[in-house]
T-cell receptor, first 113, second 115 residues
Framework: SQQGEEDPQALSIQEGENATMNCSYK?????LQWYRQNSGRGLVHLIL?????REKHSGRLRVTLDTSKKSSSLLITASRAADTASYFC?????????????FGAGTILRVKS | EAGVVQSPRYKIIEKKQPVAFWCNPI?????LYWYRQNLGQGPELLIR????????DSQLPKDRFSAERLKGVDSTLKIQPAELGDSAVYLC?????????????FGPGTRLLVL
């Protein structure tokens, strides 16, 4: 079963705009990770945020984590056509899931040039 | 460094036939994962190895699926016999297994179509 749920399911924006994707989960976590998947390819790790962190940056990416609401968001600033991909959040959950990554269904992002 | 290698990239078989997927993880990565990704969904863990030991195979359908990781390096995932519902992308991933290094590195996957 999938713990994380991304919102929206699909997002279409113009190049240069910002893209925000949200993730909600159900149980306590050790960390939450975001991955990107280009069509027909494997997943690429983007960023990891630990349960005691509230915000993290990496280049054009900003991730926030609110453990009280069991939610996270991924912001991609100044989007590019190359950002077109599916984005997945994955939770590294405590005990109940045996400390394994549980992925959501993903958000499909399309950046139009 | 070389990434996770998987083969074949694509496989088409008829139902009831056997099929095998191979994975070579990143050198030095002790932890190896097999995931299945259905269309429009995120990956779901099938089995996780720490070296040669399967430490989590709770999601592996053991009646038809089997996996091995001899010598704690390469791994093979087998389905016998395949069913129509097994059509999916099978992803292999690896990680160091060290505390504080939770990032998983994924291979390109094997896309299986069962007819």
């Amino acid at each position: 079963s999938q713990q994380g749920e991304e919102d929206p399911q699909a997002l279409s924006i113009q190049e240069g705009e910002n893209a925000t994707m949200n993730c909600s989960y159900k149980t306590s976590i050790n960390n939450l990770q975001w991955y990107r998947q280009n069509s027909g390819r494997g997943l690429v790790h983007l960023i990891l945020i630990r349960s005691n962190e509230r915000e993290k940056h990496s280049g054009r990416l900003r991730v926030t984590l609110d453990t009280s609401k069991k939610s996270s968001s991924l912001l991609i600033t100044a989007s590019r056509a190359a950002d077109t991909a599916s984005y997945f959040c994955a939770t590294d959950a405590k005990r109940e899931y045996g400390n394994k990554l549980v992925f959501g269904a993903g958000t499909i992002l399309r950046v139009k040039s | 460094e070389a990434g996770v290698v998987q083969s074949p990239r694509y496989k088409i078989i008829e139902k009831k036939q056997p099929v095998a997927f191979w994975c070579n993880p990143i050198s030095g990565h002790n932890t190896l994962y097999w995931y299945r990704q259905n269309l429009g969904q995120g990956p779901e863990l099938l089995i996780r190895y720490e070296n040669e030991e399967a430490v989590d195979d709770s999601q592996l359908p053991k009646d038809r699926f089997s996996a091995e990781r001899l010598k704690g390096v390469d791994s093979t995932l087998k389905i016998q016999p395949a069913e129509l519902g097994d059509s999916a992308v099978y992803l292999c991933a690896s990680s160091t297994g060290l505390a504080g290094q939770e990032t998983q590195y994924f291979g390109p996957g094997t896309r299986l179509l069962v007819l």
